[in-house]
């Protein structure tokens, strides 16, 4: 089983919820709004590639648009193997919280 790190899983569940919209510019937003802190746009690169280059995730030019110049934006999308390895790390999580809850239940 591949673990995540926390950082990981955040940025595989942006990816999943922006969809076909996934970029740069939105993963930035959309972790930052799912985190309460201000990412900045170079920050969010280094944790994409290496989602990457573990193949957990993909990456693909888009066309260009004249709106960017004529530059094109780097789409990203989750693999298989991305899936998988969330859901192995949820389970994870959902098993060790069921233990924090008895624990506050029961306080010592």
């Known amino acids: 089983m591949r673990f995540l790190s926390s950082h990981d899983e955040i940025f595989l569940l942006a990816i999943i919820n922006l969809g076909d919209n996934a970029y740069g510019v939105t993963i930035r937003r ?42 094109s934006k780097r789409m990203y999308g989750i693999r298989p193997e991305g899936y998988k390895a969330l859901v192995a790390h949820k389970q994870v999580r959902d098993r060790l919280w069921r233990g924090v809850g008895r624990a506050v239940a029961e306080p010592k």
């Open 30 to 71: 959309e972790v930052s709004r799912a985190t309460g802190e201000e990412w900045s746009i170079g920050a969010i690169y280094d944790p994409l590639y290496r989602l990457e280059s573990k193949g957990l995730i993909h990456s693909f030019l888009a066309d260009s648009t004249p709106e960017r110049g004529g530059r």
